[in-house]
């Protein structure tokens, strides 16, 4: 299991250039299939990634946005993650593409949360192109070691979408699983810096996406590419 590895000299030409490869791929898609469903990635990394993005030409009205997981915050918390989607990626020519909603009715609990965003994500699948985070705990989307519902949501059966708690994270999650993730088109693992540099190596050394569920997307089928910067 070695992935593909591309360094850039700078965070800044890693987010322009994954930004072109993506809309590239983006704009592949919809010339083959009339539209494309891209998932990103949450958390403090992806910002000027998805900004960039944001900036690129592309037929974006036939573009079905969604993200990797959720945090079950209130969708304007400063933690939601599609706050930060609807700062970064969701304006400037990306102002068109439609927003698939990973954010549930307030109230529900987790497992009907799971249950309500399935109905919107399952019409827009597969993925098309699918943009990663990694944490340095070696989680990605919201597959945590220690997740309680981890081996489920790494298994061959696994729901669309899982409900996760983990000791890793700070409030309930929603996450796309592993055969979601794993079956798109294009996959992209977008890392900073030497801790996860570290963590990405010690995900290879292990045997189990139980300890490291990154494992789980280096293992999909047409293999994931990993963009690094210092
Ligand atoms: O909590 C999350 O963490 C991962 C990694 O985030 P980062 O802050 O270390 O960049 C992210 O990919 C995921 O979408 C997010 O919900």
Same mark, same amino acid.
């Given at each position: 299991m070695t992935p593909r590895m591309v360094r850039y000299d700078s965070r800044a030409q890693q987010a322009q250039r994954l930004a072109r490869t993506c809309v590239a791929q983006l704009s592949q898609t919809i010339e083959a299939k009339g539209h494309a469903t891209l998932a990103v990635p949450g958390g403090s990394t992806p910002g000027p990634f998805l900004e960039a993005m944001s900036r690129e030409k592309l037929d974006w009205s036939v573009v079905r946005v969604m993200l990797t997981d959720e945090r !079950?915050?209130?969708?304007?918390?400063?933690?939601?993650?599609a706050k930060l989607l609807r700062e970064t !990626?969701?304006?400037?020519?990306?102002?068109?593409a439609r927003l698939i909603q !990973?954010?549930?009715?307030?109230?529900?609990?987790p497992e009907e949360a799971a249950a309500e965003v399935t109905e919107h994500v399952l019409p827009v699948l597969p993925l098309d192109v699918c943009v990663l985070g990694m944490g340095?705990?070696?989680?990605?989307a919201s597959l945590f070691?220690?997740?309680?519902r981890l081996a489920e949501a790494l298994a061959a059966t696994a729901p669309t979408v899982i409900p996760m708690r983990a000791p890793g994270a700070a409030e309930p999650r929603l996450t796309l699983t592993a055969p979601v993730l794993q079956t798109a088109t294009h996959i992209h693992i977008l890392i900073q810096g030497q801790e996860k540099h570290d963590a990405l190596d010690q995900a290879l050394a292990t045997t189990s996406a139980l300890e490291a569920p990154i494992r789980a997307i280096l293992a999909a089928p047409a293999g994931a590419t990993v963009h690094y910067a210092d």
């Open positions: !079950l915050v209130p969708a304007d918390h400063d933690r939601a993650n !990626l969701l304006q400037n020519e990306a102002a068109a !990973l954010n549930p009715t307030p109230g529900l609990t340095a705990d070696m989680h990605t070691p220690g997740g309680d």
